[in-house]
């Protein structure tokens, strides 16, 4: 079972950036393909980004392409998300989420293809 501790969330103006971290309490996070997600209030969680095992290789929803940063360093069992240029519908609970699967394409993001979830941390953007 590995835990997901997601941190860094917190509110900010419209334009600036926060970078999100997520780290894993199983020593051998690069097992894991690892992913974004986020849930606005009275909608569907929804896919953000997606980083490979060894972080070659990033996804990203048209919506925050551009902006938003994966990266992820195994030897400190950490992901982060570096999020520019924030809008207010970027305000969101954001999650990340654990993949056991061996293969990054098709692109894997629906909730259901995940098996281990973060408990979440509260981005705010206003205008």
């Known amino acids: 079972q590995v835990q997901l501790v997601e941190s860094g969330g917190g509110s900010v103006q419209a334009g600036g950036s926060l970078r999100l971290s997520c780290t894993a309490s199983?020593?051998?996070?690069?097992?894991?393909?690892m992913g974004w997600f986020r849930q606005a209030p009275r909608k569907e969680r929804e896919f953000v980004a997606r980083?490979?095992?060894?972080?070659?290789?990033?996804f990203y929803a048209d919506s925050v392409k551009g902006r938003f940063t994966a990266s992820r360093d195994n030897a400190k069992n950490t992901v982060y998300l570096q999020m520019n240029s924030l809008k207010p519908e970027d305000t969101a609970v954001y999650y990340c989420?654990?993949?056991?699967?061996?293969?990054?394409?098709?692109?894997?993001?629906?909730?259901?293809?995940?098996?281990?979830w973060g408990q979440g941390t509260q981005v705010t953007v206003s205008s």
């Open positions: 980083i490979s095992r060894s972080g070659d290789t990033t």
């Open positions: 199983e020593r051998t996070l690069s097992n894991y393909a």
């Open positions: 989420a654990a993949d056991l699967a061996f293969f990054d394409t098709p692109l894997r993001a629906r909730t259901t293809q995940y098996n281990y």
